[in-house]
């Protein structure tokens, strides 16, 4: 199975992914860096098996709105599919909203989708201060830790 990797920054407004493999999204929003889309990933092949995963950070004044519709067409049987949206919140005045969505039109298939909006763990960093490193390489280590 080929992984296809993505930056989220490369998307367009609004992309479709005909998908036939594992599909990684990531990015790092800073400043004042805006995405607002919408992705279609289109399932046409019948007993695929794919897998999607999203992560996002999100630093600073950056603005994550992003809706992801899996779409199983007839004709794509036996398909098992599942979508996953991970965003890391960690600007004081950013913002994220993330959406999953299916939309199936063939019958015996397996579709899920999850998402989650998360901030940095309070007990993580301070296990890391209470190493000696800094609040600066802290987050660091894991927003790193996260994209990976």
Request: hydrophobic share 40%; proline share 1%.
């Amino acid at each position: 199975m080929d992984n296809l990797d993505i930056d989220i920054k490369n998307l367009k407004e609004s992309y479709t992914i005909d998908i036939d493999s594992v599909i990684n999204i990531k990015g790092v929003l800073k400043s004042n860096d805006v995405i607002k889309n919408k992705i279609y990933i289109i399932h046409n092949k019948r007993d695929l098996k794919s897998r999607i995963n999203i992560r996002v950070v999100v630093f600073d004044n950056a603005l994550l709105d992003l809706e992801v519709v899996l779409k199983i067409n007839k004709g794509a049987e036996n398909c098992d599919t599942y979508l996953k949206i991970d965003c890391l919140d960690v600007g004081d005045k950013s913002k994220a909203r993330v959406v999953p969505s299916l939309e199936i039109l063939e019958n015996e298939v397996r579709g899920g989708h999850g998402a989650t909006i998360g901030y940095l763990d309070d007990n993580q960093l301070n296990y890391l201060y209470s190493k000696g490193i800094n609040k600066v390489k802290s987050e660091k280590l894991l927003v790193e830790a996260f994209l990976k």
